[in-house]
């Protein structure tokens, strides 16, 4: 039976040659024809000769979990040609480069084998060794084109956008894409049961990464400063800050620009110089992940104590240590929430697309100035680094940035006394001042050592205490200035709480539980202090499934901390082997439960 | 921003300085530090230099990281903002705040602690990045704030309280700073004030990264017999090479020096610093002359001070970013947010 637009493929490839730009053309693609699609780069640590994976799930239902099988496996690597070949559906397509033989006993007679003799194909079109090696990339492409029946003008057309003003590489791309097609079209039964077909589900979202989007909402939340240290999977929101920035941030005229980016030393200076400009009154942001956050504890104590506003973006990966730096996971959660010493603890925004991944970041600067605190947005690898299908970027031009409270020097004269933190407002925040602001008013010395309310240094037991609790007022404000959750009810009789990148395969694992009898209502975190909605929603029901990518059940911890909830009321669901957790494994875990106690499936109908 | 201070009743006795200031505007609260600390004259310095710049206080930024050194920041310019950050890292946060505005003064004050060991990182690489500041180290080769153990730059030798010899080699922090590119670099003692104070005014004056190391003894743990951070001791070994002073734009000539012994370096206020060879062999504007000397010096015992190396019209950090003329924390939402109509650029372009 003939299946469209309903597919993961992935290609196996070797970390270095040349397949990324190839295999994101062929997604681009699909989604150029209308068809729902998400990525995903599987990749080592490694910059050359290891195996590297490339993941193009299409669905129109828009299930865009991670698969453990797949249904069209291109596999360009031998090295791992039987763990691919294991890889595929029963009634799955390998496609491989014929041009030698292969072992034996890795045939498989459950699914259909198409040898495509790639490198002899390319050994008589091109002489370049260089050419050689990138357009077997091309070739399979252009092959896969005619098995899925894919618009092949689509594809042309991309590689002449993509070569503009390279005029020179456009035929040659061209005709590897041919020689690809032609060659099935001659030779093989084309196309296969899986095909694709044109469809109009994108509508008008865009494919983006994370990461891309975030930097992008840096630009648009007015940030001036990026501090930052290399780490996967973070550096690419540094890399398209300053791509996007050198466009969109320098004056037409002078030619100067309207931001900075300096690559630290290391993270405690990256952080260091994200507060030092915040203290001064510029919007300043540190990008990293868990090793980095680590390193940044002094500072980001000192900055809530001393509150000063600054952003950090972690995108995680699986630690400890330096772990699993190319896998992804939800694991920095209470590191980050409580990061450094002393009774410390941090607002964390959890974006789950690049929409808000966009959206957040700009948020992130007019809440960290109007709470005077360190915001951290946390996403991850899988978030970060993957395109994905994503509404496209919204920006509203009369949107005026919220600079949060700071006195200028109208206002200093207007004042009796300025205390740096008194709590004028009885919000918890004071009011700022910024260095140069007036001859004889205003200044104060910002330190990490306890003070009063008037920033005079003290060690006076009630003033310190008067202080943190000040700053536990604050933190209420802080919650009340959230973004809330995403709260959906089914009549179900038990709930499923996840946030972060587990939304990707939520939707679908909702809808295959819901075909198994089990109808769940669900909540999507998006920050943390937690809304009242999240202790109504829990409250609500008797059982919580609570959805996470690390081992130790963090959210569940930063949950009974932050509302006083009875552990006990949670039924975790932990993944944390360093892929993105799968709709299966949570459709598993769930039926387990309900299996293993003996409990009775129910849909609940509420009266 | 830049404001008029509106002249006030003054007591007779206190001069004023061209803005109608006098020393006082200048102080701080009290001092907490020993009575007797280097550190205490170096703020004093601090406050004479930057009265008799004229440069009204608010204008200044003060950043230091953590120690008794770190502290003083409390002590001078009291209508200046102050940030006393963490151990080693003020020059990371200096050079967030210098890059949110470069209007201001910035003047960092640290350890030897805090910049030879923990910090010695950032010390590096704040002077590769050229940050137009004016850094003070108040050097006792100890840490006061932790009760007395070694630092980094304390001399092999040279004995603690108890009488128990360092056995390491010392960080000389101004030969890093000539070795990295600082394009001021000077060396002076608190207990000369003659000496340190004209420093103090061209390295704020100065454009670019200014590097003062100044040997501040500790009374409390590194004044002994045997320290060579002592009081007696560094009086005896100091070797005065540059003898600097700033003439102000108002100033009258007094002095003059036989040619060929000073140098004169307009500074870029108008006033003029003149440089003044105490040793004929040495060349301020050349860094591996200048290194080979201090080193030298150090050689034999020796310490050589006075503005060791200077090079004019350095590049700074904005320089090499190429940032707006206009300061970040300045700069308007137009400036910063490029609009919808971008924004619907960029969703097309990825479609
Ligand atoms: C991360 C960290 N480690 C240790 C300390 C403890 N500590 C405070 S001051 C200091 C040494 C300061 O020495 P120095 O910079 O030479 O300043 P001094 O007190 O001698 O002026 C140390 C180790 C600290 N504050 N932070
Ligand atoms: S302990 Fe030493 S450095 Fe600290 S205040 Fe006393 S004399 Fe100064
Ligand atoms: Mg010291």
Known sequence: MTSFNEFVIRFANVNGSGSASANGMFAKALFRMGIPVTTRNIFPSNIQGLPTWFEVRASSREYFGRRDKVDIMVAMNAETYKEDVNRLESGGYLIYDSTRGRPRELYRDDVHEIGIPITKLILSEFSDPKQRQLFKNIVYVGSLSALLDMEFDVLTSMVASQYRGKDKLIQPNIRALELGRNYVLKYLPCPMEIQVKRADLVGDRILVDGNEAAALGAIYGGATLCAWYPITPSTSVADTFEKHASRLRVDPKTKKKNFAIIQAEDELSAIGMVIGAGW??????????????????????????????????????????????????????????????????????????????????????????????????????????????????????????????????????????????????????????????????????????????????????????????????????????????????????????????????????LGLLDENGITLNSLRIRSYPFGPEVAEFIDAHEKIFLVEQNRDAQMKSLLSFDLGIDPKKFVSILYYGGFSISADYIVDEVTEHYVVNKLPRLREVES | MTFVPKPKARHPLLKTNEIGLTRRDYEAIVSTLCAGCGHDSVSAAVIQACHELSIPPHQFAKVSGIGCSSKTPSYFLGNAHGFNSVHGRMPSIATGAYLANKELKYIGISGDGDSASIGLGQFAHIIRRKVDMCYIVDNNGTYGLTKGQFSATNDRGSTSKRGVPNLYAPIDLVSLAIQLGASFVARSFSGDKQQLIPLIKAAVLHKGFAFIDVISPCVMFNNHEGSTKSYTHVRNHTEPVIDASLIMPRDEITVEYEEGTTISVPMHDGSELQLRKLSDSYEPNDRVSALTYVQQAQEEGEIATGLLFLEEDAVNCHDILGTSDTPFNGLEQESLCPGVEKLEQINDSLR
């Open chain 1, 280 to 509: 001064n009154g510029a919007r300043a942001f540190t990008a990293t992940s868990g090793p980095g956050i680590s390193l940044m504890n002094e500072f980001l104590g000192l900055a809530y104590f001393a509150e000063v506003p600054a952003v950090v973006f972690d995108v995680q990966r699986a630690g400890p240590s330096t772990g699993m730096p190319t896998r992804t996971q939800q694991s920095d959660l209470l590191s980050v929430a409580f990061a450094s010493h002393g009774d410390t603890k941090h607002p964390i925004l959890l974006p789950a697309t690049p929409k808000e991944c966009f959206d957040f970041a700009a948020d992130a600067f007019d809440l960290a100035e109007r709470i005077q605190s360190p915001v951290i947005v946390m996403t991850d690898l899988e978030l970060g680094m993957n395109q994905t299908l994503s509404d496209p970027f919204q920006w509203d031009d009369s949107r005026q940035y919220d600079r949060g409270k700071v006195l200028d020097f109208e206002d200093l004269e207007q004042i009796e006394r300025y205390g740096r933190y008194v709590d004028v407002d009885g919000d918890g925040i004071g009011y700022r001042t910024l260095p140069g602001t007036h001859p004889s008013k205003g200044s104060f010395f910002t330190r990490g050592s306890s003070r009063n309310e008037w920033a005079v240094y003290t060690e006076d037991a009630q003033s310190y205490i008067n202080n943190m609790d000040r700053l536990n007022k604050k933190w209420e404000t802080i919650r009340s200035l959230m973004p809330s959750s995403e709260v959906e009810h089914r009549n179900g009789r038990a709930g499923i709480i996840y946030f972060g990148t587990t939304t990707t395969p939520m939707n679908e694992s």
